[in-house]
């Protein structure tokens, strides 16, 4: 149960709305590219652990030419790992993937997610969660991005902004700074909210050196303020 960030809801909602109003002008939302297909988008996601996203997207194009999904699947796990190795930890993608894939064909009888659309947003997030590699922010990005659920996945540039604005507090496990965004912003600007914040956390709100000066939401900010001299420290 979260208690600590709905403290004063009712505010922190309205400034959570007026900064996804911000954000929303400035990025606009735009394709970060990820994959219409669930499936795909499980793999897709399983090649970006620890890597930067022009090798997942060099690799991505590899594995779609072995045959995609059904090819990884068809494949060695030695014959994988070869083709995953440029975007690094090869041996541990390889693996996982090829288990994943393995369970999903176990739980639905075919190499697809599509009877996973009819199930609940909890038994789907736990079931995606259940598969190796595959935690609560990776399962609801595919969720999210490819099945149409009204959930925020949580990625280092959400948590960045989310605490720095003072949405919700530092130090909250993975889990609960889901449950607590997920409180705070509506289901309807969950995705645009999600795109925008990785969109402002790569080019202003930066882990050292944020460009708070140039910070379109930095009015609701209560560390931007303090950097840049609106409130006193």
């Given at each position: 149960?979260?208690?600590?960030?709905l403290?004063?809801?009712?505010?922190?909602?309205?400034k959570?709305?007026?900064?996804?109003?911000?954000?929303?002008?400035?990025?606009?939302?735009?394709?970060?590219?990820?994959?219409?297909?669930?499936?795909?988008?499980?793999?897709?996601?399983?090649?970006?652990?620890?890597?930067?996203?022009?090798?997942?997207?060099?690799?991505?194009?590899?594995?779609?030419?072995q045959?995609?999904?059904?090819?990884?699947?068809?494949?060695?796990?030695?014959s994988?790992?070869?083709?995953?190795?440029?975007?690094?930890?090869?041996r541990?993608?390889?693996?996982?993937?090829?288990?994943?894939?393995?369970?999903?064909?176990?739980?639905?009888?075919?190499?697809?997610?599509?009877?996973?659309?009819?199930?609940?947003?909890?038994?789907?997030?736990?079931?995606?969660?259940?598969?190796?590699?595959?935690?609560?922010?990776?399962?609801?990005?595919?969720?999210?991005?490819?099945?149409?659920?009204?959930?925020?996945?949580?990625?280092?540039?959400?948590?960045?902004?989310?605490?720095?604005v003072?949405?919700?507090?530092?130090?909250l496990?993975?889990?609960?700074?889901?449950?607590?965004?997920?409180?705070?912003?509506?289901?309807?600007?969950?995705?645009?909210?999600?795109?925008?914040?990785?969109?402002?956390?790569?080019?202003?709100?930066?882990?050292?050196?944020?460009?708070?000066?140039?910070?379109?939401?930095?009015?609701?900010c209560?560390?931007?303020?303090?950097?840049?001299?609106?409130?006193s420290?």
């Open positions: 149960m979260v208690t600590k960030p403290k004063g809801l009712g505010r922190t909602r309205k959570a709305r007026a900064i996804h109003r911000l954000l929303n002008h400035a990025y606009h939302v735009p394709d970060l590219g990820n994959l219409a297909d669930p499936l795909e988008e499980l793999v897709f996601i399983s090649l970006s652990r620890q890597t930067h996203q022009a090798n997942v997207r060099r690799t991505w194009e590899a594995l779609v030419r045959g995609g999904v059904e090819g990884v699947r068809r494949a060695s796990t030695a994988l790992e070869r083709l995953l190795k440029p975007g690094g930890f090869s541990q993608k390889a693996r996982w993937i090829k288990q994943a894939l393995d369970l999903v064909v176990d739980r639905f009888g075919e190499l697809s997610l599509d009877k996973a659309r009819e199930m609940s947003d909890d038994d789907l997030e736990a079931f995606l969660c259940s598969l190796p590699g595959i935690g609560i922010k990776s399962a609801k990005c595919i969720m999210m991005y490819s099945m149409g659920r009204k959930v925020l996945p949580v990625d280092t540039h959400v948590r960045r902004l989310a605490t720095r003072g949405l919700v507090p530092g130090g496990s993975e889990r609960r700074m889901h449950q607590a965004l997920e409180t705070i912003i509506r289901g309807n600007d969950r995705y645009a909210f999600h795109v925008n914040a990785i969109c402002h956390g790569r080019a202003i709100c930066i882990p050292r050196s944020p460009r708070c000066k140039e910070c379109v939401v930095v009015e609701y209560d560390f931007g303020r303090k950097r840049v001299g609106l409130v420290t």
